[in-house]
């Protein structure tokens, strides 16, 4: 999924990151790009509570900014959707995929 990013809601670095609902990406909406050559995951692991492992990275989903500069995801008009923007749920998984992998 890719997000519409009209306008980043917060810098988190001065590499132009914005935050999600506590979860940092580039300003292209990725976890990992290799455009800005940005790359989220560790600190987004550390922050919801794992140890960092390398997996695949969070998607951000489609989302709009309103006029306070609040990131909403699209699907519910919600800013703290548990569904689209539950990233330590997410980050479980992923983390749980990449050991599999091993």
Not at 26 to 32: A, F, I, L, P, W
Not at 55 to 83: F, I, Y
């Amino acid at each position: 999924m890719s997000a519409e990013l009209s306008s980043p809601i917060s810098d988190a670095s001065s590499g132009g990151s914005i935050e999600v609902n506590d979860a940092i990406f580039c300003q292209h909406g990725k976890e990992v790009c290799t455009d800005c050559d940005f790359d989220g995951r560790e600190e987004n692991d550390v922050f919801f509570g794992f140890d960092h492992k390398d997996r695949d990275p969070l998607d951000l989903p489609d989302s709009t900014v309103d006029k306070e500069g609040k990131r909403k995801c699209k699907k519910h008009a919600n800013g703290n959707c548990a569904q689209c923007f539950g990233w330590k749920k997410q980050i479980m998984k992923l983390q749980k995929d990449a050991k599999k992998r091993r």
